[in-house]
């Protein structure tokens, strides 16, 4: 598979499509038992709020994770995706109210590379908050 998105065709400060993904008690649970990340402040509150968290909170990667989807759905191929790296800046808590929490995601074309590649920038933010910061991807297009 090859990126679906022409570098010709691409300008700085093209928008990519913004998404927000909802995370819960068990959507994180899921991912615990996938990555094998069983830290109990991912799951459970008291633990999470004796260590002085304000609730259970998202797992970084998981984070990361997510907000990378906007990219890789832009570009049609994951694999496309050469760089990507963030810094943590706060946690997304996520309350057992039944609702949870959502990873809001935008992000835009911040550069054009040599070979045909491009950075995108990304915004990632929980309740207001930014949730990672020097949020960037290399990205190969076709």
């Known amino acids: 598979m090859s990126a679906l998105v022409n570098y010709d065709e691409v300008e700085v400060g093209t928008a990519l499509p913004a998404q927000s993904f909802p995370v819960t008690r068990a959507t994180l649970v899921q991912y615990a038992g996938a990555s094998g990340d069983f830290n109990p402040i991912h799951w459970n509150e008291a633990v999470a709020t004796a260590v002085g968290l304000p609730n259970v909170i998202g797992h970084g990667m998981f984070t990361m994770a997510e907000a990378i989807r906007v990219v890789t759905d832009w570009v049609g191929d994951p694999g496309s995706v050469v760089e990507y790296g963030v810094r943590f800046t ?15 995601v935008s992000a835009k074309v911040a550069a054009k590379l040599d070979d045909r590649r491009v950075r995108v920038d990304l915004l990632a933010t ?11 991807a290399v990205v190969q297009l076709s």
């Open 90 to 104: 706060k946690p997304v808590v996520v309350p057992n109210d039944g609702v949870g929490a959502l990873i809001e």
């Open 126 to 136: 929980s309740a207001g908050e930014k949730v990672l910061g020097m949020s960037r």
